[in-house]
């Protein structure tokens, strides 16, 4: 399939277009309709706002975010918004497009949605960043809403970021509307299970990936790349619910290994009391990040930013089972290299999704008024992942091809039949 020419559309750029090649191998071994597949290569709304922000000096200061839909064919937009001095649209554009092919991976009734504002959150005191978190969602009011756009938290924003977006939608509209953004408090409206379900996604797709290649899970070695909410939840339940040995963790502050694994409960309490760093650890050999992602386990989980494994580095990488805790961790030429070495590739948008799913049942319980016990959260997160990894498992056999192209052909199937179904308005 060719890209489209028409108004001579480019990608935004480098992560854009690595995630167009992605898309575009998959509609070509499935022979999707052209028609369709090149509306579905571009977003279809993009906000840029540019905002002040009354600094406690009493300056005024501009601030650059965004918001964007790629497809809602099958429901609102749905992704989280991040705070990141390197935030720009090429990425804002690349996560939307993956949220799309993540919700319907797990067949949720959502499109992919993504927002960021560029700013360094550390050089903002709280009363700025509630400021600046009030006005730009002001700014994007026009787009979101419960049966619109449903935002979540990303990197940089949390449950109490979430909260400020929903009073502030609220107060615009007059009501109070729980369902405008997931991963809130629980006081208002959020769901048990929601800060660790994008790790327990990651650690059910781990177990996954080792049944179908005959591995006890209970005997495997993992490598954890990041240390935030996903690689830490990840760890957690990794080794104390699957039974798995956990030998290395990393962050931006450095990574750590210890052979006979480590103690990740231990390892939590030292980071929180650390200014959130794991640097120093006194019961762990100090590694690089690098050298953590050549390490000889079983099992590698890139949990940080995009772009980790790359044709630098990925004919160095040991583990025969990658699940991407991260979005686009791998680019299309280290996944070739990994892929005839005989790696098995969990992709983001089945391995990460646990966070979407359980996002989903946070709306769904805001919708109803009517919320559920943490039983039940994991319970159907886990019988949602297991289904998923199922479906595109059996996709990888049929076509002959690797994970994350058949989790692309089941994504992009059940967007292009919702297109296809409700026509093209007007005709």
């Known amino acids: 399939m060719k ?49 002040p922000v ?42 939307a497009f993956w949220m799309t092919w993540k919700c319907a991976v797990m067949n949720l009734p959502y499109g992919g949605g993504k ?10 005191s709280e009363k700025e960043l509630e400021r600046l978190s009030r006005r730009f969602f002001s700014e994007i009011q026009m787009m979101v809403g419960p049966h619109k756009d449903i935002p979540a938290p990303d990197v ?34 959020g769901s048990e299970g929601r800060p660790e379900a994008t790790g327990r996604g990651v650690a059910i797709t781990a177990n996954e990936a080792c049944k179908v290649l005959g591995k006890d899970i209970s005997k495997a070695t993992v490598a954890i790349q990041g240390f935030g909410n996903v690689g830490s939840y990840s760890a957690k339940i990794l080794s104390e619910e699957f039974g798995a040995k956990i030998v290395a963790v990393s962050d931006v502050s450095g990574g750590l290994y210890n052979e006979n694994g480590l103690d990740i409960d231990d390892l939590i309490a030292y980071r929180d009391a650390n200014k959130g760093l794991i640097k120093g650890y006194p019961k762990a050999k100090p590694i690089t ?40 961790p791998t680019t299309p030429e280290a996944e070739e290299i990994l892929i005839k070495k005989g790696v098995l590739i969990v992709p983001d948008i089945l391995a990460n999704a646990g966070g979407v799913t359980v996002s989903y049942f946070e709306w769904v319980q805001d919708l109803q008024t009517f919320f559920w016990d943490i039983d039940d959260i994991r319970k159907k997160l886990t019988k949602m992942m297991v ?20 989790a692309y052909i089941v994504a992009i199937s059940r967007v292009a039949n919702a297109v296809k179904e409700r026509g093209y308005y007007p005709m």
């Open 3 to 51: 890209l489209s020419t028409m108004g001579n559309l480019k990608p935004f750029g480098p992560l854009y277009e690595n995630a167009q090649k992605q898309f575009l191998k998959a509609a070509d071994l499935m022979e999707l309709d052209p028609n369709i597949g090149n509306f579905l290569l571009w977003p279809q709304r993009i906000l840029e706002v540019h905002f």
């Open 387 to 406: 289904n998923a990894f199922a479906e595109v498992y059996k996709t990888k056999e049929k076509y002959n091809t690797d994970m994350r192209t058949a």
């Open 156 to 189: 940089n924003t949390n449950a109490k970021i979430m909260a400020w977006y929903m009073d502030t939608y609220s107060m615009n509209v007059g009501y109070t509307a729980l369902g405008v953004v997931t991963g809130k408090p629980l006081d208002l409206g």
């Open 115 to 124: 927002g960021g504002v560029r700013v360094d959150v550390t050089k903002l």
């Open 54 to 95: 009354v600094m406690d000096d009493g300056r005024v200061e501009i601030f650059e975010g965004y918001r964007v839909q790629h497809n809602t064919a099958r429901g609102p937009a749905k992704g989280g918004i991040r705070y990141h001095p390197d935030t720009n649209l090429d990425e804002v554009a690349s996560l």
């Open 289 to 328: 990040n690098e050298e953590l992602l050549e390490l000889d386990v079983d099992i590698l989980v890139p949990a940080a930013l995009e772009n980790a494994i790359t044709e630098k580095n990925a004919d160095n990488i040991k583990a025969k089972i990658i699940v991407e805790g991260a979005n686009g």
